[in-house]
C-alpha cells in the first residue's frame, strides 16, 4: 500500500506496511485476506488488525502511542518503545475461493485457535512516528 493524501499519520500513530507471500515463490505471490494482528509484548493487548488485500498487502495504523513534549523547551519531542508482536494469520480455504470473494474480519478474528491456519510472527520496536515494513512468507 502507498501513502496517499486521503488521510494524513497522527503524531503518536506507528504505521506497518506488511505484505504476506507464499514461501518459495519468485516472484512473491501474495496470499490474499491474510489476517494481521499486533499484540503489545508487556500485556498481550490487541494494538491494532487488518486484512490484507488481494495481494497479501496491508497498512496497520497503530495508534495511540506515547508521544511526550519536551519540557525544556529546546530539541525534540520524546516517545517511548513499545515492544510488540505482529503475527499473520492465513486460512489456506481462501485459495480456493470463487473471484470477488470477500471474508468476514470478525470471523477470522473469532476463529484465529483454527489449527488449518497457516502462521508467522515478528517481533517490532513501535514508535510514534515511525514506518515499519514487515514481509511474512507463509508456507501453504
Avoid at 62 to 77: E, K
Avoid at 87 to 115: H, K, V, Y
Amino acid at each position: 500500500m502507498y501513502p496517499s493524501p486521503a488521510i494524513s499519520v497522527g503524531q503518536n500513530w506507528a504505521i506497518i506496511r506488511a505484505s504476506v507471500t507464499l514461501s518459495g515463490t519468485n516472484p512473491p505471490q501474495g496470499l490474499p485476506w491474510a489476517y494481521l494482528q499486533v499484540v503489545q509484548n508487556s500485556n498481550n493487548a490487541v494494538l491494532a488488525t487488518g486484512v490484507s488485500d488481494t495481494n497479501g498487502e496491508a497498512l496497520l495504523a497503530v495508534i495511540g502511542l506515547t508521544v511526550q513534549p519536551n519540557t525544556s523547551g529546546s530539541g525534540p519531542v520524546t516517545t517511548s518503545v513499545t515492544p510488540a508482536t505482529v503475527t499473520a494469520f492465513f486460512d489456506p480455504t481462501t485459495l480456493s475461493e470463487l473471484a470477488g470473494w470477500i471474508p468476514d474480519p470478525d470471523d477470522i478474528s473469532l476463529n484465529l485457535t483454527n489449527p488449518a491456519f497457516k502462521t508467522t510472527s515478528q517481533p517490532v520496536q513501535l514508535s510514534s512516528g515511525e514506518e515499519f515494513p514487515l514481509n511474512f512468507q507463509i508456507t501453504v
